[in-house]
Nanobody
Framework: QVHLVESGGGLEQAGGSLRPSCAAS????????MAWFRQFHPAEREFVAA????????YYGNFAKGRIAISRDYAKNTVYLQINNRRYEDAAVYHC?????????????????WGQGTTVTVSS
């Protein structure tokens, strides 16, 4: 079993930057990939980015390309999400998900583990 805990959300002005993080614990050796999804409504989650634990090429949702970057620290079992030039539409709860499967994709149902999320708010 893997336990994921997100942190680093907060309130920032539009145009600023933020870097939420996700720390994994438990059976982390079983993880193949980790991803970020953001939630606007209880039943709707949007894919942001994914990366393999071994550091393969990241995979991004279309809106995230060029403005948002995912990275990982293998030694710390931690994944980061750098959000630059924040926009009002970035306001959401950001969830970290993990999977032992051999893929890093945008399908929420393919991920076995997920955290409680961290809230990102954008002010004027």
């Amino acid at each position: 079993q893997v336990h994921l805990v997100e942190s680093g959300g907060g309130l920032e002005q539009a145009g600023g930057s933020l870097r939420p993080s996700c720390a994994a614990s438990g059976d982390t050796s079983s993880l193949y990939a980790m991803a970020w999804f953001r939630q606007f409504h209880p039943a709707e989650r949007e894919f942001v980015a994914a990366i393999t634990v071994q550091g393969g090429a990241p995979y991004y949702g279309n809106f995230a390309k060029g403005r948002i970057a995912i990275s990982r620290d293998y030694a710390k079992n931690t994944v980061y999400l750098q959000i630059n030039n924040r926009r009002y539409e970035d306001a959401a709860v950001y969830h970290c998900d993990g999977t032992p499967g051999g893929f890093a994709n945008s399908r929420r149902s393919d991920y076995s583990y997920w955290g409680q999320g961290t809230t990102v708010t954008v002010s004027s």
